[in-house]
């Protein structure tokens, strides 16, 4: 560098500082300075924010290396609010400067209003090191709560972070928010070790815990890593620890019981200190059978060597075995008499052949030669109850008691609009129609109506009855009458007695005779009224009730079938009446005339009587029946009503009475009815007689009504149920009508009628599913 350079250096800086000290001739006013500013912002010259007090702004730039320099003041930790107050700035222009710091530089972290540098990150993890290395094992929870931070952020940012580099230590596997050194591992090993070891009975794990101050979880990961000489029970609450010395003494305890005694007692297993005493004999012993009862568990060996055994050796022998004898003496009366039940619940033997008593199995064959006298004395007791006349005084009783109940319910018809008078006058008008459906005869019902069969008396019927009609007469105070007792447990008590007392079990004579008492009553009963019966009297009754019954029934049919007859029109229903007396009404007057006869000594040859037959029949009878006859002959050829009225005078002269109408099993009957048809048509294979079942059971289902008819009326019905049949169906049963009677015309072996015969062969399924599975719901989506 030159002299004149170096001049002219030293001629600037005397400028310098000239100018430096020279005072200022013109000075700004504060007022000035503020418009200048103002102006500045105004035209975004220049940012700047304000104090809070708004006597001062600073620029942002310089604001954030204040917010800097408070985190470094405060150690790397700084609260917003507080930078906010220290600098006098609002705490919102702070905020946004923190989060532009924190997003411009790695190292700096906002977290809950709080600035966080990796300096104060380094230093509480050296922190939490040194908690860890005290303590043993930490959790982000303490950790969270001691310095007031988010647990996500120590537990990513700071622990994980520095977990094997300034935190020494692991990470729980099952827990991951909870840390440990593998120093503390080792001293919970050797605790649970120690304290695994010293144990020599059940305790339960929480109080173990108590004593060696280990969590409970890491407990339960440890103890699979020590193997100890025992195990737990489970991992829920309340679990023990049971010590394999423990164990070992239990099963050699249980082992050598039930060696000794092929049984072991439930109360003596959970004395030893186990609570599921069945479980554990299961578990102890896999391969043995038991047979668990309410306090013992019996080995199936001895099961089947004793019990068994000998169960099928008394069978064998016809005698009695006293289980006692063979099964520990320890049993009570009610495990031996499961023991018994179980046994023959299972099958070994057939419970049939034998009779439990007190601890004693009797085999049915020892206590029938037992109480085989009694046989003698059934019969015995019933001869002289009938010969002295106590089991005809049962049956009159029964007999009263049984007219007593129905008494009620012919009192309260009394009040009733007698139609007997409305109905014969309607009968001589000579009006068709009518029928039974207008009819209330007062009747008497002795017993319940079995339709289709000759109702057979017995007493068990005769007893229901008395029963039932105590019940629905109003009668309800009247009892029924109680079976005579022939035969009481007191006879047979005396009879057995002595054979019981060579055995000394005379104190099971009268288990032993209530077990037979009903049996041989209910015998003594039977063999009086066989030799009741053998008396022509009695005879002739059955013969009237059967006879009576069988009317009945053909009275029910006959209401039945007019009501379904009405819904033709009337040269049709004028026709199927006419047929129906000459069917059914037939019959009825052939029964009554047929027993008319007998009672009149008449002989009859031929008991399938016409019309001449039955007039010639009843001019021989007796003067009270031969009108009565005459007339019902008479009805045949005219109404429903003037033939019933006919039937019921010829019933009143016989001394028989009518059943009282009970609609309410009109129902039941229609479905037996038409049950009855479907089972003929399904075994059904003649053509003509398989289209007449078809359409009477279409009938009864499209209509609820049943109808009596012949093969003649096929095609009137089938244009009644027409409009309930959709085209198809109409078609089909259409076509097989059609070839039923082609096939009738035609001669038997010719062309025309083997054609004929194929169709209806291919058709005949399809009609019996259309009249077996046709239903109500079809009639009534064909309305629709």
């Not at 009610?334 to 070994?348: L, N, P």
């Not at 009576?548 to 009337?570: A, C, H, M, S, V």
């Not at 093969?711 to 078609?731: P, T």
């Amino acid at each position: 560098m030159g002299s004149g350079d170096w001049d002219e250096i030293k001629r600037l800086a005397a400028d310098f500082q000239k100018a430096q000290l020279t005072s200022t001739l013109q000075k700004l006013s504060e007022r000035n300075c503020v418009e200048i500013v103002t102006l500045l912002l105004e035209k975004q010259m220049l940012e700047v924010v304000f104090t809070n007090d708004g006597k001062e702004y600073i620029t942002p730039d310089h604001l954030e290396r204040e917010i800097q320099d408070e985190l470094y003041v405060n150690g790397g930790r700084a609260n917003l609010v507080e930078v906010s107050k220290t600098l006098n700035v609002d705490l919102s222009r702070i905020e946004v400067l923190a989060e532009r710091i924190a997003a411009e530089n790695p190292s700096v972290h906002l977290v809950l209003g709080q600035l966080i540098d990796e300096d104060y990150i380094s230093h509480i993890a050296q922190e939490i090191n040194e908690k860890l290395v005290l303590r043993g094992e930490i959790s982000i929870s303490e950790l969270a709560s001691q310095f007031d931070l988010p647990s996500d952020f120590l537990q990513h940012d700071v622990v994980e972070k520095h977990l094997g580099k300034i935190i020494k230590g692991r990470q729980d596997a099952s827990n991951p928010r909870v840390f440990f050194t593998q120093a503390y591992i080792q001293r919970c090993k050797a605790k649970i070790r120690g304290a695994l070891a010293a144990i020599t009975r059940p305790i339960n794990v929480a109080v173990i815990l108590q004593q060696i101050g280990v969590q409970e979880k890491i407990f339960h990961s440890l103890l699979d890593e020590i193997a100890p000489a025992g195990q737990v029970t489970s991992k829920l609450a309340n679990s023990q620890y049971v010590p394999l010395i423990y164990a070992k003494t239990q099963a050699d305890w249980v082992n050598s019981f039930y060696k000794q005694n092929s049984f072991l007692e439930y109360d003596a297993i959970q004395k030893l200190g186990i609570s599921d005493a069945k479980s554990y004999i299961r578990k102890q012993f896999p391969n043995e059978e038991f047979l668990f009862l309410k306090r013992v568990a019996l080995g199936a060996r001895l099961v089947e060597l004793t019990v068994v055994t000998a169960l099928n050796e008394c069978s064998a022998t016809k005698q009695y075995l006293d289980l006692t004898t063979i099964l520990p003496s320890n049993l009570s009366e009610e495990d031996i008499e499961e023991v018994f039940s179980t046994i023959m619940g299972q099958k070994h033997s057939n419970p049939n052949n034998f009779v439990y008593l007190d601890s004693i199995v009797f085999s049915q064959p020892y206590l029938a030669q037992l109480v085989q006298p009694c046989q003698a004395l059934a019969e015995s007791q019933a001869k002289a109850a009938v010969d002295g006349g106590v089991y005809q005084q049962y049956i009159v009783e029964k007999t009263l008691a049984q007219k007593g109940s129905v008494s009620t319910q012919e009192l309260e018809d009394d009040g009733k609009v007698d139609k007997r008078d409305e109905r014969r006058k309607k009968a001589s008008s000579g009006k068709a129609g009518g029928g039974a459906q207008g009819r209330e005869t007062k009747t008497k019902s002795t017993k319940k109506h079995q339709r289709g069969k000759a109702a057979a008396h017995n007493d068990s019927d005769d007893e229901d009855d008395v029963q039932q009609s105590s019940r629905g007469g109003g009668a309800g105070n009247k009892k029924a009458m109680k079976p005579l007792e022939l035969v009481k447990t007191a006879d047979i008590v005396k009879l057995i007695t002595a054979s019981l007392e060579e055995e000394g079990l005379e104190h099971l004579a009268k288990p032993i005779s209530a077990l037979y008492t009903n049996q041989f009553n209910q015998t003594a009963l039977a063999r009086a009224q066989e030799l009741f019966e053998a008396t022509p009297q009695t005879n002739r009754r059955q013969t009237h009730a059967a006879i009576q019954d069988r009317i009945n029934t053909f009275l029910i049919d006959i209401r039945l079938y007019e009501k379904g007859l009405k819904l033709f029109p009337l040269e049709t229903q004028t026709q199927l009446v006419k047929y129906l007396l000459k069917s059914l009404g037939n019959d009825i007057c052939n029964e009554l005339s047929l027993y008319v006869a007998g009672e009149c000594n008449l002989t009859v040859k031929n008991t399938n009587l016409n019309v001449d037959q039955r007039i010639k029949l009843a001019q021989e009878c007796e003067v009270q029946y031969r009108a009565s006859l005459l007339e019902q002959n008479k009805a045949l050829n005219k109404t429903i009503d003037e033939f019933e009225l006919a039937t019921e005078t010829v019933l009143k002269a016989c001394s028989m009475i009518i059943k009282k109408v009970d609609k309410k099993k009109d129902r039941l009957l229609i479905a037996d009815h038409k049950k009855k048809l479907q089972n003929q048509l399904l075994e059904c294979q003649e053509p003509a007689l398989l289209l007449h079942l078809a359409v009477l059971i279409l009938f009864t289902t499209i209509t609820g009504s049943i109808l009596h008819a012949s093969g003649k009326f096929v095609s009137a019905i089938l244009q009644h149920i027409r409009g309930s049949l959709n085209d198809e169906q109409n078609a089909l049963l259409l076509r097989y009508h059609d070839l039923v009677l082609q096939v009738l015309q035609a001669t038997p072996d010719s062309s025309e009628s083997k054609v004929a015969n194929e169709h209806l062969q291919a058709m005949q399924v399809q009609v019996v599913e259309l009249a077996q599975n046709f239903s109500r719901a079809s009639v009534f989506k064909a309305d629709c």
